[in-house]
């Protein structure tokens, strides 16, 4: 079903409020919402709570064979899913544009930073690789799709464990975690996405806006940072600044 | 290709560049009759070309109009022969998706869309050869089509690409150079005011070096302008001659 308009008294209240400094759930303009992170059974499961944001992470590993023109590098695949029970605006055929941005912000945060060494992830040149997959779901949408996103991704790609496996000569051996105990991928850093919500051209700026804030922005502003004071993505949409 | 220095010890670059140099830009306007606007753009080897349809009448679900604005669409195509190694999808995968979706965020800022409720705009974009910069070849090429389909805009859209290597800027990266893995900058500035229509940085870089590489972009995005501005000139300069003024 279509989205419900925002009426006009609410974003006018919404963009004074800004004005004046407050925040709907009575925030500064500098907080986060509190942030859980819950691990499943399993390894790579997890589950991330932004405020009432949730998104749920999975990753899961298997072996295939490599990409031509990089035959000594695993291949690393994300992918974002906006389930129906997030919002009632997401239908199976309505998300395209805000999907593809989503998945496109999370590819580049975390494939093109080189987060995850991928040549550790090559059993044998040229033949079998290991594919790690991620897949993130979102259960609840309040606003700031993205942190959520990317918080859960690099969250089960640190709690995941993929099985051990040796080569001998031609032969490769694939242990059962009953055999041998499963090994962690080996992660340079960490980054995280933030995202900045910008109002009146530019003059009002907040941080992890919800899905309130979301709707009256006139533009955001992701960038990814990881421990060491660098960036690893910086996205703007939507707006003009200075 | 290992041992291949990026800048070496003079500061000459791959292609023989300085460390700010953009590529040669050749672009012409009108090369389609069909169309209500169209440019070629050449940034070096990078091969790009526009076409501007608009404003119309709101094409496919009329729900889609918006009341007060023009509806931008922007599509994005880059043909098969356009990368090393023959593509197979030339449109309607991921990234190009994406693309599609940056060049309308671009455009809806600079396009003045409150002269044309409920219309559309379109612009289609394809890269004919890809040698780096692409992005911003699409969005030079754009710009001087939708000027050529007589659209009002706020100014000038330029757009140049910029990374960093061992310590200094880079402006307009090559192919080889944006495969090399290093941070890469895309910037779409409107250069009278300054202001950023689009900002996109992939890889590491550390937060003391934004600053640089960003004015880099600045820079060679308003170098883009004057040229952009000259062809413009000469462009109307001979539509004027052929009038007969």
Redesign the interface.
Known sequence: MKETPLSNCERRFLLRAIEERKRLDGRQTYDYRNIKISFGTDYGCCIVELGKTRVLGQVSCELVSPKL?RATEGILFFNLELSQMAAPAFEPGRQ??LL??L??LLE?CLR???CIDTESLCVVAGEKVWQIRVDLHLLNHDGNIIDAASIAAIVALCHFRRPDVSVQGDEVTLYTPEERDPVPLSIH?MPICVSFAFFQQGTFLLVDPSEREERVMDGL?VIA??K??????????????? | MAGLELLSDQGYRVDGRRAGELRKIQARMGVFSQADGSAYIEQGNTKALAVVYGPHEIRGSRSRALPDRALVNCQYSSATFSTG?RKRRPHGD??S??MG?QLR?TF??AILTQLHPRSQIDIYVQVLQADGGTYAACVNAATLAVLDAGIPMRDFVCACSAGFVDGTALADLSHVEEAA?GPQ?ALAL?PA????????????????H?ERVLEAAARAARDVHTLLDRVVRQHVREASVLLGD
Request: hydrophobic share 30%; proline share 0%; with cysteine.
């Open positions: 023109n395209s544009d593809v941005k998945n496109r580049r093109n930073s080189k850093h502003l940072v990881n060491h004071r660098e960036i690893c993505t910086i996205q703007s949409s939507g707006f003009e600044m200075q | 190694e991921r990234k998706c994406e979706l965020q809806e800022a893995g900058l409107l005011s300054g202001q950023i229509a689009l900002l996109e940085m992939d890889a590491r870089l550390h937060e003391d934004l």
